[in-house]
């Protein structure tokens, strides 16, 4: 089976620097994604990781060590639109015979304040 | 990029009668996606609709609670049947980017489907 465990919340003041992690206990492993998703809004993709590093697109950055089965998202000069809830997702072979699919984690909502 | 529309937007439907989801994509795509996310829950995948064959199922979801069409590259539709109030969820369908090398999904807005 695939599990993927994120803290359920995490709060923060604007302009500063936050970091959401994400560990993944998973059957078959490709590469690591980051959704962010703003409440009633659907699901925007933000980045992938398929080998170790770190990989930066503007203020958000995200890291992979396949060997500790961990990842993060880093969030640098907050803002109040940063507001919303980020998911984790592994990409991985298909349990059913199918094609790769994307397993999410449990979420984290993050709550930038003044 | 892939710009998708779903249908209904919402719904509030009777126990044990059946809803179908419409799905459409503004461009041609190989493999789409159907999710179920109960708000404030993460997305957990339902089937994947190729074109041309048959939808392949996740563990806990079979074809005669959700069977689904795929009748081209551009749309898709899952029906959600003899539903009971556990079926209340947002259903959501993806695509994938083939020219993506991060395997971007793009998510269509989403059908809120209360079951009463």
């Known amino acids: 089976g695939q599990s993927l465990e994120q803290p359920s919340e995490v709060t923060a003041v604007e302009g500063a620097i936050v970091q959401i992690n994400c560990t993944y206990q998973?059957?078959?492993?490709?590469?690591l994604s980051w959704y962010q998703q703003h409440d009633g809004g659907a699901p925007t993709f933000l980045s992938y990781?398929?080998?170790?590093g770190l990989e930066e697109t503007g203020r958000f950055s995200s890291f992979l060590s396949r060997s500790d089965s961990y990842g993060y998202l880093l969030l640098q000069e907050l803002q109040m639109k940063d507001s919303a809830s980020y998911f984790c997702?592994?990409?991985?072979?298909?349990?059913?015979?199918?094609?790769?699919?994307?397993?999410f984690g449990t979420g984290t909502q993050l709550k930038v304040e003044l | 990029s892939a710009v998708i529309s779903q249908k209904p937007s919402r719904d509030i439907c009777q126990r044990g009668t059946s809803l179908t989801i419409q799905c459409q994509v503004d461009?041609?795509?190989?493999?789409m996606f159907w999710y179920r996310q109960q708000p404030g829950q993460s997305l957990t995948l339902i089937a994947t609709?190729?074109?041309?064959?048959?939808?392949?199922?996740e563990s806990g979801f079979v074809i005669d609670k959700f069977p689904i069409s795929r009748p081209n590259l551009t749309f898709s539709t899952l029906t959600v049947s003899n539903m009971s109030p556990e079926d209340s969820s947002i259903y959501l369908c993806?695509?994938?980017?083939?020219?993506?090398?991060?395997?971007?999904?793009?998510f269509g807005p989403g059908t809120r489907l209360t079951v009463t």
């Open positions: 997702a592994v990409r991985a072979p298909g349990d059913t015979g199918g094609g790769n699919k994307l397993t």
């Open positions: 990781n398929a080998l170790d």
């Open positions: 461009s041609q795509v190989t493999m």
């Open positions: 998973t059957s078959g492993f490709y590469g």
């Open positions: 609709a190729n074109q041309g064959s048959e939808a392949t199922y």
């Open positions: 993806s695509v994938e980017d083939p020219d993506s090398n991060s395997y971007e999904q793009y």
